[in-house]
């Protein structure tokens, strides 16, 4: 083995063990080279959504993982594994706002190249559903096993206080895709208009109802329902 840490050691294509281990070659190949551009922004484009697809890949690969921890009834290692996944969303949101930068008219030159592309064909979007619906089954096992209404975990989160942050956390990884997608609508809003359609003709006011839709719609309505118990349990205190 060479004693110079500037050679690299590891196997692949790359001057060094950084550009190898990390694929840059591979990965800065990703995006349409300056003679393929239609439009400077293309390049702004892609990197958004590569970037959002790399997130998300990491945010379901993570959210997986917390439901088979919950599987298994593992509450904590679950909780820091949808932390990151939470994170990985609000980055994903963040960076809508470089799509600002590019004004409504000169976004039309990169539209005529992107066929019938459209976002609801982002394996990262579809898998964030999927892992969605395990993770919110696993939830509804443990709830089942420890014997609890979700509405009775929320009355008495103290002496849960595992379970009750994982309901908060779930709750709040719904809230980072409510509010990715309105943020999503109001960039859609902002380039194409409202009263237009998408590349696959979906209108944009579609859009704007999706907005209303929850994934886990059970973590919203027990806060309606914990209104209602307080104010019954407020008018006949229990004695
Ligand atoms: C200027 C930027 C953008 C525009 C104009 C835009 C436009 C649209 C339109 C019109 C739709 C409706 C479907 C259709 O195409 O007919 C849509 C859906 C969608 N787009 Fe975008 N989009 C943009 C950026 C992004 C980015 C960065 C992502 C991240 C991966 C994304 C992900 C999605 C997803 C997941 C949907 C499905 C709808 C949903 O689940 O709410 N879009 N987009």
């Given at each position: 083995?060479?004693?110079d840490?500037?050679?690299?050691v590891?196997?692949?294509?790359?001057?060094s063990?950084?550009?190898?281990y990390?694929r840059?070659?591979?990965?800065?190949a990703?995006?349409?080279p300056?003679?393929?551009?239609?439009?400077?922004?293309e390049?702004?484009f892609?990197t958004?959504h590569?970037?959002?697809?790399?997130?998300?890949?990491?945010?379901?690969?993570?959210?997986d993982?917390?439901?088979?921890?919950?599987?298994?009834d593992?509450?904590?290692p679950?909780l820091r594994?949808?932390?990151?996944a939470t994170?990985?969303?609000?980055y994903?949101?963040?960076?809508l706002?470089?799509l600002?930068?590019?004004?409504p008219?000169?976004?039309?030159?990169?539209?005529?190249?992107?066929g019938?592309?459209?976002g609801?064909?982002s394996?990262?979007f579809?898998?964030?559903?999927?892992?969605?619906?395990?993770?919110?089954?696993?939830f509804?096992?443990?709830?089942?096993r420890?014997?609890l209404e979700?509405?009775?975990?929320?009355?008495r989160?103290?002496e849960?206080e595992d379970?009750?942050?994982?309901?908060e956390?779930?709750?709040?990884?719904d809230?980072?895709?409510?509010?990715?997608?309105?943020?999503?609508?109001t960039?859609v809003?902002?380039?194409?208009?409202?009263?237009?359609v998408?590349?696959q003709?979906?209108?944009?006011?579609?859009?704007?109802?999706?907005i209303?839709?929850r994934?886990?719609?059970?973590?919203?309505?027990?806060r309606s329902r914990?209104?209602?118990?307080?104010?019954?349990?407020?008018?006949?205190?229990?004695?």
């Amino acid at each position: 083995m060479s004693d110079d840490l500037h050679e690299p050691v590891l196997p692949g294509p790359g001057a060094s063990d950084y550009e190898r281990y990390l694929r840059t070659d591979e990965l800065l190949a990703l995006q349409k080279p300056d003679e393929e551009r239609v439009h400077h922004d293309e390049l702004l484009f892609q990197t958004v959504h590569q970037a959002s697809e790399l997130w998300l890949k990491l945010a379901g690969t993570e959210v997986d993982e917390a439901a088979a921890e919950l599987e298994r009834d593992q509450i904590a290692p679950a909780l820091r594994l949808l932390r990151r996944a939470t994170l990985c969303l609000q980055y994903v949101t963040a960076q809508l706002d470089m799509l600002n930068h590019m004004s409504p008219w000169e976004y039309h030159q990169i539209r005529v190249v992107l066929g019938h592309g459209s976002g609801f064909d982002s394996p990262g979007f579809r898998r964030v559903a999927r892992v969605t619906q395990r993770v919110a089954k696993a939830f509804d096992g443990v709830l089942a096993r420890a014997g609890l209404e979700l509405s009775e975990l929320y009355r008495r989160g103290r002496e849960f206080e595992d379970l009750y942050q994982l309901a908060e956390l779930l709750t709040e990884w719904d809230e980072r895709i409510w509010v990715w997608r309105f943020r999503h609508y109001t960039i859609v809003a902002r380039a194409l208009g409202e009263e237009t359609v998408g590349t696959q003709g979906t209108p944009i006011q579609v859009l704007g109802k999706l907005i209303a839709q929850r994934r886990i719609p059970r973590l919203w309505d027990v806060r309606s329902r914990l209104v209602e118990l307080f104010e019954a349990e407020r008018a006949a205190p229990p004695a």
